[in-house]
C-alpha cells in the first residue's frame, strides 16, 4: 500500500489546517490514481516523475508569480496573468523536457503544438481563479493588501495535475 489513508487520519487534527489538508488531499487523489491505473513498479515511476514535475513547475510558477508582479507595472492584473503565464510556459517547457519527460519520443513540434494546448486550458484556470479570487472571493473576506498577489498565487496552483496529466499523455508523448 503507497499510503495508509484511513477516516481518522482525515480527523486527527483539532483545527483547520490548509497545508495539511492540501497535502492530504495530494495523497488522496495519487492514491486513487495509482490505484486504479498502474500496478506497483509503475507507480514508483510515476511517484518520482510526479515529483520532479511538481519541482519543474514549482519553478516555472516563482517565474509565473514574479513575472506577474513585474508586468502589473506596465499593465493591468487580468493581461498580466496571461503575459506571466507566457513566461512560465516557456520555463516549464524547458525543465520539463530535460528533467520529466526526458524520454519522450514526439517530434519537438508536436510537443511544442500539444505543449500549447494543454497549457491554453492551465491559463484558462489560472486566469479564471485568480481573477475571481481578486475581483469577488477575497474582498469578501475582509482581505485587503496583497489581493492580487494572494489570489495569483492560488490560481497557479489550480491546474497542476491536469497539467501533469496532459503533458505526461499528450506533451511529452
Known amino acids: 500500500m503507497l499510503y495508509d489513508i484511513s477516516l481518522s487520519s482525515l480527523c486527527t487534527k483539532p483545527s483547520f489546517d490548509i497545508e495539511h489538508h492540501f497535502k492530504l488531499y495530494e495523497r488522496i487523489l495519487f492514491k486513487i490514481i495509482c490505484s486504479v491505473f498502474y500496478n506497483d513498479r509503475i507507480k514508483q515511476k510515476m511517484k518520482w516523475q510526479f515529483i520532479r514535475f511538481v ?69 484558462i484556470q489560472v486566469w479564471f481563479m485568480s481573477v475571481l479570487l481578486a475581483d469577488y472571493l477575497l474582498p469578501l473576506t475582509g482581505i485587503k493588501s496583497n489581493i492580487q498577489e494572494l489570489a495569483h498565487g492560488i490560481g497557479i496552483i489550480v491546474p497542476v495535475f491536469t497539467s501533469f496529466f496532459g503533458h505526461k499523455y499528450l506533451s511529452f508523448k
Request: aromatic letters at 14%; hydrophobic letters at 60%.
Open 55 to 123: 519541482a519543474t513547475g514549482g519553478a516555472a510558477a516563482v517565474v509565473n508569480f514574479g513575472s506577474r508582479i513585474i508586468y502589473s507595472h506596465w499593465m493591468n492584473f487580468s493581461s498580466a496573468i496571461v503575459a506571466a503565464y507566457l513566461t512560465g510556459m516557456v520555463t516549464a517547457f524547458i525543465l520539463a523536457r530535460i528533467f520529466v519527460f526526458n524520454r519522450a519520443t514526439s517530434s519537438l513540434s508536436r510537443t511544442i503544438v500539444m505543449f500549447s494546448i494543454v497549457n491554453l486550458a492551465g491559463v
